[in-house]
């Protein structure tokens, strides 16, 4: 009979036990250690007053109208007077050759004196530049319609009317674009409560109670 006492062993069972303590298993000595703690968030980005040819001009053709000029990560931005928008967009197109109207929106400040932004992204095609043009807008206020200017701003006027409630003066054709013309509120409105539906357009459409 051969002599356990001589068979070999682990390097594990060579090791003399510790009293009390639990030999570790295969999974556990897998485990990876914890992870270290994720990288702090970089600061927001800083808004710095911008002084070039373009504001200079912009400046120089409508003095007090023009509010504030910035640059945000590396975007000019204007803020300008709503009571001459349209002018300074069809400026924007006719001179600076801002043949683009990239995107046209709202955000809502429902703290603010004048609730609304109304923000218009500009791309020129000649001199390959972009610019955005900022106003602020009463809850209360009409804006003039800029598809005059560019003819895009169809829908999206129509889309800022339906979401945030803006009506632009002098629109071909201003009626709710995504929901249904009896829809009552607007959606994109900060104090529109994210579970609200027109329960009576939900009855009496899809004859349910609730949209939920």
């Known amino acids: ?36 703690k994720p990288a702090a968030a970089p600061p927001p980005p800083v808004q710095v007053p911008l002084e070039n040819e373009l504001t200079r001009r912009y400046r120089e053709r409508f003095g007090r109208a023009i509010l504030d000029a910035i640059e945000d990560r590396k975007q000019a931005i204007l803020i ?3 009571a001459q928008f349209l002018e300074i967009a069809r400026y924007s197109r006719d001179t600076e050759k801002f ?24 791309y020129s095609f000649p001199n390959n530049v972009r610019l955005r043009l900022k106003t602020a807008i009463g809850a209360d206020q009409t804006a003039d319609s800029l598809t005059s200017v560019w003819p895009v701003a169809n829908w999206l006027e129509r889309e800022i009317f339906d979401l945030f409630g803006i009506a632009f003066q002098g629109h071909p054709g201003l009626k709710r674009i995504l929901l249904p013309d009896e829809w009552q509120g607007h959606p994109l409105r900060k104090d529109y409560d994210i579970l609200q539906q027109d329960t009576a357009w939900v009855r009496e459409n899809l004859g349910i109670e609730s949209g939920q």
């Open 1 to 36: 009979m051969a002599d356990e006492s001589k068979a070999p062993q682990s390097p594990e069972s060579s090791q003399p036990a510790t009293p009390g303590a639990t030999p570790a298993s295969p999974a556990a000595a897998a485990l990876p250690s914890p992870a270290a």
């Open 80 to 82: 300008v007077d709503i």
């Open 99 to 122: 043949d683009l109207l990239e995107d046209y929106t709202a955000v809502d400040w429902p703290r603010r004196e004048k609730r609304f932004d109304l923000v218009a992204q500009l």
